[in-house]
T-cell receptor, first 112, second 114 residues
């Protein structure tokens, strides 16, 4: 079956630090990969996505590259801000029906 | 971008009563919607897949008679928690399937059963 494994949190960083949140996956077929962000008390928002190998998704300074050889989709940001504090979910989808498999989420706290 | 709304955003009900949560796709038609449950500091647990005009497909371990899902139109799906109990208290999130395999999520509904 399909699965997503995320780096365990919580992750606490100082403002302007470099962020990496690891994500690896197993899937049948050729999945599309996503990072979602959830701010406190809210639903999930799509942060970025990649639909095929070697694609790089980017948004709001965050980046992730679809690495088929390592089955990974690590999230990175060069300089985090306090406003980036949230829970980040890595996910994959292998069908066009949209059903996704989510990782357990990684809580990021950025301190000023 | 695609917008999904949920109503209500939070609800408190007494044990034994039923609660209905609505999920609407505001600017696109969604043939498929998903209902998730999220416990504090945990990931999303898919409860069911809702297809317009047909019965919902429930995940293993989800009581279909307790969590009634109706997808009456291409823009509306409802989740009814019947005979709610305190252990049903949770954050319920819906999503609608868009193009390119991605989902658009609603803001969630906080249910508290007293």
């Amino acid at each position: 079956g399909n699965s997503v494994t995320q780096m365990e949190g919580p992750v606490t960083l100082s403002e302007e630090a470099f962020l990496t949140i690891n994500c690896t996956y197993t899937a049948t077929g050729y999945p599309s990969l996503f990072w979602y962000v959830q701010y406190p008390g809210e639903g999930l928002q799509l942060l970025l996505k990649a639909t095929k190998a070697d694609d790089k998704g980017s948004n709001k300074g965050f980046e992730a590259t679809y690495r088929k050889e390592t089955t990974s989709f690590h999230l990175e940001k060069g300089s985090v801000q306090v406003s980036d504090s949230a829970v980040y979910f890595c996910a994959l989808s292998v069908t066009n029906a949209g059903k996704s498999t989510f990782g357990d989420g990684t809580t990021l706290t950025v301190k000023p | 971008g695609a917008v999904v709304s949920q109503h209500p955003s939070w609800v408190i009900c007494k044990s034994g009563t039923s609660v209905k949560i609505e999920c609407r796709s505001l600017d696109f038609q969604a043939t498929t919607m998903f209902w998730y449950r999220q416990f504090p500091k945990q990931s999303l647990m898919l409860m069911a897949t809702s297809n317009e005009g047909s019965k919902a497909t429930y995940e293993q371990g989800v009581e279909k008679d307790k969590f009634l899902i109706n997808h009456a139109s291409l823009t509306l799906s409802t989740l009814t928690v019947t005979s709610a109990h305190p252990e049903d208290s949770s954050f319920y999130i819906c999503s609608a399937s868009g193009t390119l395999y991605e989902q658009y999520f609603g803001p969630g509904t906080r249910l508290t059963v007293t």
